[in-house]
C-alpha cells in the first residue's frame, strides 16, 4: 500500500506527460490524487509494519501530515481541471506533471523513517515546483523561480551539512553510524552534544529555509505572488508540512537527548518570523504578497509551539493541520479573485464581494480564520497554543505572541477589507472572461467547511493521531 501511495502519482504524472489534449490532460490529477487519498486513508486507518529493514514506516507524526496534504492536494486537484479550462492560453503538461511528482515525493517524505531518504524527498519537491512556479512565463514570474531555487536550495544543502553533522555525532559517541531515526533515538543519551548541537542548527537553518522561518523567507513573497494560486496553495499547505516534518525529525532526536538548546534556536526563530510578519504586512500593495507574510507568521508561530515544547506540543500539530486547509481556502480564492480582476494590486482590485460573491465571502472567511477568530480550527489551536505558554510560566511570551497576532491582523485588515468590499468598478469584467463555478467554488469551500467543523469537533481518530504525534515530541501520554 505504500509502495501504490508513491507509485500512483509517478504514474499519474506519465500520464499526464504522455495526453497531448490540453484540456484532458488536467483531468488525471483529480483521478490520481483520489486514489491516493483512499490509499493515504487505509494506511493512515491500518499502518503495515516496517519495511525495507526500518527506513519505511508510517508513524503518527508521518500520518498527521500525509493527512493534511492528501485532503488538500485532492481539492486543488479538483480546482485545477476548473482552473486551467481558463488558461488554454499555454500548454499545462509541465504543471500537471509536476504537481503529481511532488505529491509522490512528499509522500514518501512522510513514510520516510531514514533521514537520508527524507532529505532526498523534500529536496525532489523543491526541484519538481520550481517550474511550476514559472507557470505564468513572465519577468516577474522567472525572478519568483530563480529565487525560490538558489534559496532553497542553499537551505537544502545546508540541511545536508547537518545530517553529516549528526552521523559524525554517532561516529565519535562510539555508537554504529546510523541515519535510522529507531537507533538515532535509543542512543541518544550518548551522542555528542556539540555534534548534535550543530547537527540541529544546520538542519533548522535547512528545513527553516524550506518552511519560510525568517530570515530565511525571503523566497515567499516573490514565490506566493507570482505562482498560481493552487501551486501557491500546495506550497504554504503542503510542502511547509514537509519542511516542518524535517524540523521535528531532528527535534526528536534531540528530546531524546540531554540538549536543550534546540528548544531556544527554535523559539528565537519563531519570534524573529512573528516581528518580521508584524513589520512587512503593513501597507503590502499585493494581496498575494499579504498571503505570503501570513505563512511566515504561521511558520513563527508553530516554531514556538516546538520551542515551548511539552503542553504546547498537541496545539502546535493541530494548527499544522488547520494552516494546510486554510491556505488552501486563501490561495485559491485569491487566484479566483486574480483572474478576474487581471491584477493582484490593492489598488486596482476593489468591491470583490460584489463581483464575486462566492470567492469574496469565501476569502472573507478564510482571512478571519488564518487570524484566529472563532469559532474556525485556527483559533482552537492558536488557544492551546498560547493557553499551555501561559501555564507554563512564560507570561511574557504568552503577551508577545497576542500582541504580534494584533498588529498583522490590523495590517491583513488594511488589505483585505478594502479589496473584499471597496467600492468596485466591474466595466472590464467581461475581457477577464472569469466566473465563479463550481469547479473553482467547490474545493474552497470544502476546505473551509472542514476548518469549520474542525473548529466545533475534533473526531476522535484525529484526536489519537495528534496525541500520539505529541508523545513523539515529548509531550506527557
Given amino acids: 500500500m505504500i509502495t501504490l501511495l508513491i507509485i500512483i502519482p509517478l504514474l499519474g504524472s506519465l500520464a499526464a506527460w504522455t495526453i497531448p489534449d490540453n484540456r484532458q490532460r488536467p483531468l488525471v490529477l483529480p483521478l490520481a490524487s483520489g486514489l491516493h487519498l483512499i490509499i493515504a486513508t487505509m494506511l493512515i ?5 516496517p519495511s525495507l529493514n526500518g527506513w519505511i514506516f508510517l508513524d503518527p507524526l508521518g500520518k498527521l501530515v500525509l493527512l493534511g496534504i492528501t485532503i488538500l492536494f485532492f481539492f486543488c486537484a479538483i480546482y485545477s481541471v476548473g482552473y486551467l479550462a481558463y488558461r488554454q492560453e499555454r500548454s499545462n503538461r509541465t504543471l500537471c506533471m509536476g504537481l503529481l ?3 509522490s515525493a512528499m509522500s514518501l517524505a512522510t513514510v520516510s523513517q531514514h533521514l537520508g531518504l527524507l532529505w532526498l524527498a523534500i529536496e525532489t519537491t523543491t526541484l519538481t515546483m520550481a517550474p511550476l512556479i514559472y507557470f505564468n512565463r513572465n519577468a516577474r514570474s522567472i525572478e519568483a523561480t530563480w529565487k525560490y ?20 555525532a554517532t561516529v565519535v559517541s562510539n555508537i554504529k553510524p546510523t541515519l ?4 538515532l533515538l535509543a542512543g541518544a543519551k550518548s551522542l555528542s552534544p556539540a555534534w548534535l548541537n550543530g547537527a540541529f542548527i544546520f538542519l533548522l537553518v535547512g528545513f527553516g529555509t524550506k518552511i519560510g522561518l525568517a530570515p530565511l ?9 507570482e505562482a498560481p494560486g493552487l501551486v501557491g496553495a500546495l506550497l504554504a499547505g503542503g510542502l511547509v508540512n514537509c519542511g516542518f516534518l524535517g524540523i521535528c525529525r531532528i527535534y526528536q532526536v534531540c528530546a531524546a537527548s540531554s540538549s536543550h538548546f534546540y528548544l531556544e534556536a527554535l523559539t528565537a526563530l519563531g519570534f524573529l518570523s512573528m516581528i518580521t510578519a508584524a513589520i512587512f504586512v503593513l501597507k503590502q500593495a499585493d494581496f498575494k504578497r499579504v498571503l505570503a507574510y501570513s505563512s511566515v507568521e504561521h511558520v513563527g508561530f508553530l516554531a514556538i509551539g516546538l520551542g515551548m515544547g511539552k503542553g504546547a506540543l498537541y496545539g502546535t ?4 493541520l488547520n494552516n494546510s486547509f486554510i491556505k488552501g481556502v486563501l490561495f485559491l480564492t485569491a487566484a479566483n479573485i486574480h483572474r478576474s480582476y487581471k491584477s493582484k494590486r490593492v489598488e486596482r482590485v476593489r468591491g470583490v464581494i460584489e463581483r464575486l460573491p462566492w470567492s469574496g465571502w469565501l476569502f472573507m472567511a478564510a482571512f478571519f480564520a488564518v487570524t484566529g477568530s472563532p469559532p474556525f480550527s485556527s483559533f482552537i489551536s492558536e488557544f492551546m497554543v498560547i493557553s499551555s505558554i501561559f501555564d507554563s510560566g512564560n507570561a511574557a511570551a504568552g503577551i508577545a505572541i497576542a500582541v504580534f ?21 466591474s466595466k472590464d469584467l467581461d475581457d477577464s472572461g472569469y466566473r465563479d463555478k463550481a469547479l473553482t467554488i467547490a474545493p474552497p469551500l470544502m476546505l ?18 495528534l496525541s500520539e504525534a505529541a508523545v513523539m515530541l515529548g509531550a506527557k501520554p
Fill in 405 to 425: 497576532f494584533g498588529i498583522i491582523f490590523i495590517g491583513m485588515t488594511t488589505t483585505i477589507l478594502p479589496v473584499l468590499s471597496g467600492r468596485g468598478d
Fill in 101 to 103: 511528482l511532488c505529491l
Fill in 448 to 465: 473551509m467547511l472542514i476548518t469549520l467543523i474542525l473548529g466545533i469537533w475534533i473526531p476522535a481518530p484525529l484526536q489519537t493521531i
Fill in 149 to 168: 531555487m538558489m534559496i532553497c536550495s542553499i537551505g537544502i544543502a545546508m540541511a545536508l551539512l547537518g545530517i553529516y553533522f549528526l552521523a559524525y
Fill in 217 to 225: 523567507h525571503t523566497w515567499k513573497p516573490d514565490a506566493y505572488g
Fill in 317 to 320: 500539530l493541530f494548527h499544522l
Fill in 45 to 49: 486507518a491500518k499502518p503495515p509494519p
Fill in 180 to 183: 535510522l531515526l529507531a537507533p
